[in-house]
């Protein structure tokens, strides 16, 4: 079946501008996790929502990140006033119920994200 | 708080050689680690994972790794090298829910004819 998808494939953006990362989950899994792939910081865990509990948000690392899920699906990650440090990849992942450590995280290909 | 550590950013193995990755944990609590790869322009994909059954776990494309409590560790072997293997690997812990990974530096292999 289709695995987890993000849009755009590629990004770029000039300072200072606002930024949207769609990610659309594999169907059927509740739980949606956002991470960041950077050079300097390697792979961080950025957010994780789980069916319709409040989300775990302790991995943005400024109040210029927020992210939402409409009707438990689709996840778009929102970056404010972008700054040439936000410059990674954006990686989502999907996983069945989540919460469970047997579950599996299935990753989609990324959003490279580039500040200019 | 978590961390885990992967020794060598870069490997390089001949074709048809050991392949091993090395991988060390800290965690106050057991763990459930993970080994995922992840091919250029590509997301991650898993390899194997222990979630505290069997210590020697078995993965796809013909890796294992051994879950080592004693010395905190989590190494990933394969016993003969493909081109294919080529690739950059990271090492993974999660925590008590399984909710948020927290991943090694990578390691990137090169597989040489």
């Known amino acids: 079946g289709a695995g987890v998808s993000q849009s755009p494939s590629n990004k770029v953006t000039e300072k200072g501008k606002d930024v949207e990362l769609r990610c659309d989950p594999i169907?059927?899994?509740?739980?949606l996790y956002w991470y960041r792939q950077s050079l300097g910081q390697g792979l961080e865990f950025l957010i994780y929502?789980?069916?319709?509990?409040?989300?775990?948000k302790s991995g943005l690392p400024s109040d210029r990140f927020s992210a939402e899920r409409t009707g438990g699906s689709v996840s778009t990650l929102t970056i404010q006033r972008t700054q040439q440090e936000d410059s990674a990849v954006y990686l989502c992942?999907?996983?069945?119920?989540?919460?469970?450590?047997?579950?599996?995280?299935?990753f989609g290909p990324g959003t490279r994200l580039t500040v200019l | 708080a978590q961390s885990v550590t992967q020794l060598g950013s870069h490997v390089s193995v001949s074709e048809g050689a050991l392949v091993l990755l090395r991988c060390n944990y800290s965690?106050?609590?057991?763990?459930?680690l993970f080994w995922y790869v992840q091919y250029p322009n590509q997301g991650l994909q898993l390899l194997l994972k222990y979630t505290s059954a069997a210590t020697l776990v078995k993965g796809i494309n013909g890796f294992e790794a051994e879950f080592k409590k004693s010395e905190t560790s989590f190494h990933l072997t394969k016993p003969s090298a493909h081109m294919s293997d080529a690739a950059e690997y990271f090492c993974a812990v999660s925590d008590l829910g399984g909710n948020k990974l927290t991943f090694g530096g990578g390691t990137r292999v090169l597989v040489k004819p």
């Open positions: 929502f789980q069916g319709n509990s409040a989300p775990d």
């Open positions: 965690s106050s609590v057991p763990p459930y």
């Open positions: 169907s059927g899994h509740t739980a």
């Open positions: 992942a999907s996983s069945l119920a989540g919460g469970k450590v047997i579950d599996t995280q299935y």
